[in-house]
């Protein structure tokens, strides 16, 4: 069965630093990801996804993750923090043919802090 | 577009209470999903429809909740009777017809059931 392991519920950064969020998958079918962000309030708005071809995925606001299948990661990074990535992140995956590749499994967030 | 639109915002309603969420999906989606998310649990999807038609239900906790697409541009979930351990927040999203399409999201209900 499809799951998602998000490694750390809170991560800390100072504005300017690297930031890395983690994100583990488990999936007997070759899977769709997803990273979503959740501002506060708000709902999710999807930052990346990876479906098929290139491995590296580049998002919205300087996001990218990287689809490594021998890890079975697809951990998301971001350069330079921005006080205004402070906000709840969301990895997900795609069931596969037996759930139509309709349904989503969540990962349980990680909630990134930005500190000057 | 103005996005999937949900009402009410807020809900805060008494045990025992119905309750009704609404959903308004992006013209031209025709998947529709609702999910519930709480801090117990994080986010579950409860059912989801395709052109109107229920897919899947497995996710809706039990007789209490249900849910209807009369069209393509409305859907409810409802609770009844409702009980405190059903606060949470509800998010409806909509998504075009490939499965690589993005699922959009609307800004939620808070539900709070005292």
């Known amino acids: 069965a499809q799951s998602v392991t998000q490694l750390g519920s809170h991560v800390s950064v100072s504005e300017g630093a690297l930031v890395l969020l983690r994100c583990n998958y488990s999936?007997?079918?070759?899977?769709?990801l997803f990273w979503y962000v959740q501002y506060p309030n708000q709902g999710l708005q999807l930052l990346l996804k990876?479906?098929?071809?290139?491995?590296l995925v580049k998002g919205i606001n300087g996001f990218e993750a990287e689809f490594k299948k021998s890890e079975t990661s697809f951990h998301l990074t971001k350069p330079s923090a921005h006080m205004s990535d402070a906000a709840e992140y969301f990895c997900?995956?795609?069931?596969?043919?037996?759930?139509?590749?309709?349904?989503?499994?969540f990962g349980a967030g990680t909630r990134l802090a930005v500190h000057p | 577009d103005a996005g999937v639109i949900q009402s009410p915002r807020h809900e805060v309603t008494e045990m025992g209470q119905e309750v009704t969420l609404r959903c308004k999906p992006i013209s031209g989606h025709d998947y529709l999903f609702w999910y519930r998310q709480t801090m117990m649990r994080g986010l579950e999807l409860l059912i989801y429809?395709?052109?109107?038609?229920?897919?899947?239900d497995s996710g809706m906790p039990e007789d209490r909740f249900s849910a209807k697409m009369p069209n393509a541009s409305f859907s409810t979930l409802k609770i009844q009777p409702s009980e405190p351990r059903d606060s949470a927040v509800y998010f409806c999203?909509?998504?075009?017809?490939?499965?690589?399409?993005?699922?959009?999201f609307g800004p939620g209900t808070r539900l709070t059931v005292l």
């Open positions: 997900a995956v795609s069931l596969g043919p037996s759930g139509g590749y309709n349904k989503l499994i």
């Open positions: 999203a909509s998504r075009g017809t490939s499965f690589t399409d993005t699922q959009y």
């Open positions: 999936s007997s079918v070759p899977p769709y």
């Open positions: 429809f395709n052109n109107n038609v229920p897919i899947d």
């Open positions: 990876y479906t098929t071809g290139a491995t």
